[in-house]
């Protein structure tokens, strides 16, 4: 008698093995450095004359624009981003996986570490207001602690798109980063016409989506041909752009202002520092080669998401911590403010890096073996995760749309979990069963053979 447990099983090729890029590892952590810093200098906490002000500590200083030259990593990072991704996507596609499965996996990875830090910081919100503190300062601290959180919005939503844009990309790459490029400068030259900012946010996709596109090109190796002049001339032109566009009021010179909402200035900024990144790229791996070094940016992209989700509550509640201790927390900008923010940055960095200890041992949760998500039930998960971002970043200054946002970004990561009730039986899938179960008892059906 032949059945189908005795058909022999289809095994799936391997996939492919990873390749870890040290450049690529090491400049990613060193971009989540800066920003923990950026964000430490901004975080303003003093006592005034009618009490508790909580402010962008920055806000005003005359040499911030030119220091966003430096600190304006957001266009590397999701160049970077893209680079990763294109990577992860084509190895799971040669190893027969789908579009379901990819998004899902990258919303648990992403949005895991974000359900937590919403959940405590609507719990702080509301134990704040209950206090008695004034609702101006809750709701200032609220749309502080919000801010950060755009990037992870958009960058769940860029990563929807990564396996279409990957294949125009293997397709068509010119066409495919020109039409992002025309979109996204199309959306600056309304804005400037007309005077309507709200325009501009259509730009949250149009820039992203191009610089992540710039990842691609880098992931695929269409600039290892170009030599060091090249380059160079490749960052000042990306320079340039950015010149050239201010200077027609197009964007700003402040690369922070460009940000909000998003302009096409980010995009060539991006090709700067991609031609920068690839002139260092050799330092860049012998330098993340160091076992110290390694031992760092391992440990800091093991948990990049957790601190870039973690990480202003630290801030605040350190600052919040230092004012109930009685600490004199100078005003910003002033000389005993900026003589002190070594020891700040010191204690900053320590704080982040405790609580995010913390909060990481909450998080290693293994995916489910089981059934594969579809690719209609993982889009719900990203738009659902993206919208929970979004509205604590716009509704944010009130603890219930902390709430709200902490709901929704639960329900996402509940809608990509992989089942395993629904996980197919071995047997279904046409391999032999596993040996204990392979025991022959006689049945009535069977003494009739």
């Given at each position: 008698?032949?059945?189908?447990a005795?058909r ?9 093995a990873?390749?870890?890029?040290g450049s ?11 920003v923990?810093?950026?964000h430490?200098?901004?975080?303003g ?15 005003g200083?005359a040499?911030?624009p030119?220091?966003t030259?430096v600190?304006q ?43 937590g ?7 702080l ?10 609702a ?7 749309f502080?602690l919000g ?7 958009v960058?769940?939503?860029?990563t929807?798109a990564?396996?279409f ?17 025309t979109?996204?400068?199309t959306?600056?030259a309304?804005?400037?016409i ?15 989506l191009?610089?992540?596109q710039?990842g ?5 190796g269409?600039?290892?041909g170009m030599?060091r002049?090249?380059?160079l ?26 940000l909000?909402?998003p302009a096409t200035a ?16 050799g ?14 940016v391992?440990a800091?992209?093991?948990r ?6 973690w990480?202003?509550?630290?801030l ?5 911590l ?5 600490v ?8 005993a403010?900026w ?5 700040w ?6 704080a982040?890096?405790g609580?995010?200890?913390v909060?990481?041992?909450?998080e290693?949760r ?7 998500v579809?690719?209609?039930?993982a ?5 659902c ?30 809608i990509a979990?992989?089942s395993r ?12 069963r596993?040996?204990k179960e ?7 059906s069977?003494?009739?053979?």
């Amino acid at each position: 008698m032949s059945t189908v447990a005795e058909r022999p099983a289809r095994i799936a090729p391997p996939a492919p093995a990873r390749v870890r890029d040290g450049s690529v590892d090491l400049v990613r952590a060193a971009c989540l450095g800066v920003v923990v810093v950026l964000h430490a200098l901004m975080v303003g906490v003093s006592i005034g004359p009618h009490g508790l002000v909580l402010e962008n500590a920055l806000e005003g200083w005359a040499g911030f624009p030119a220091l966003t030259w430096v600190a304006q990593v957001m266009p590397l990072f999701f160049v970077l981003g893209g680079f990763s991704a294109y990577g992860q996507w084509t190895r799971m596609r040669e190893a027969g996986g789908g579009y379901g499965d990819y998004l899902a996996k990258r919303v648990r990875r992403l949005l895991l570490p974000a359900s937590g830090a919403l959940v405590a910081t609507a719990v702080l919100l509301a134990g704040l207001t209950l206090t008695g503190l004034p609702a101006s300062v809750v709701a200032t601290a609220g749309f502080r602690l919000g801010q950060p959180l755009w990037f992870l919005g958009v960058y769940v939503l860029c990563t929807a798109a990564v396996p279409f844009l990957a294949e125009a990309h293997r397709r068509r790459p010119v066409a495919a980063i020109g039409a992002l490029a025309t979109l996204a400068l199309t959306v600056d030259a309304v804005r400037a016409i007309t005077g309507l900012t709200a325009i501009g946010f259509a730009n949250l996709l149009f820039v992203w989506l191009l610089v992540q596109q710039l990842g691609f090109w880098l992931a695929s190796g269409r600039f290892e041909g170009m030599r060091r002049p090249a380059l160079l001339a490749l960052a000042a032109a990306g320079v340039a752009v950015v010149v050239v566009g201010a200077s027609c009021g197009l964007w700003s010179l402040d690369l922070y202002a460009d940000l909000n909402p998003p302009a096409t200035a980010l995009a060539a900024f991006g090709v700067a520092q991609l031609a920068a990144f690839r002139l260092l790229r050799g330092r860049l791996r012998a330098a993340a080669e160091r076992p110290a070094i390694a031992s760092v940016v391992g440990a800091v992209n093991a948990r990049a998401m957790t601190i870039y989700s973690w990480h202003m509550l630290a801030l605040i509640a350190l600052a919040g911590l230092l004012l109930l201790a009685g600490v004199a927390l100078p005003v910003p900008l002033s000389g005993a403010w900026w003589a002190t923010r070594p020891l700040w940055i010191v204690a900053a960095v320590a704080a982040v890096g405790g609580l995010v200890m913390v909060a990481s041992r909450t998080e290693r949760r293994p995916d489910a073996a089981g059934a594969s998500v579809g690719p209609a039930r993982a889009i719900a998960a990203a738009a659902c995760g993206a919208g929970g971002v979004l509205t604590a970043l716009i509704a944010g200054s009130s603890p219930s749309g902390w709430v709200i946002a902490s709901v929704l970004v639960l329900a996402a990561l509940r809608i990509a979990r992989r089942s395993r009730d629904r996980a197919p039986s071995v047997a279904r899938l046409g391999a032999p069963r596993p040996e204990k179960e392979q025991t022959w008892r006689p049945t009535p059906s069977s003494r009739k053979c």
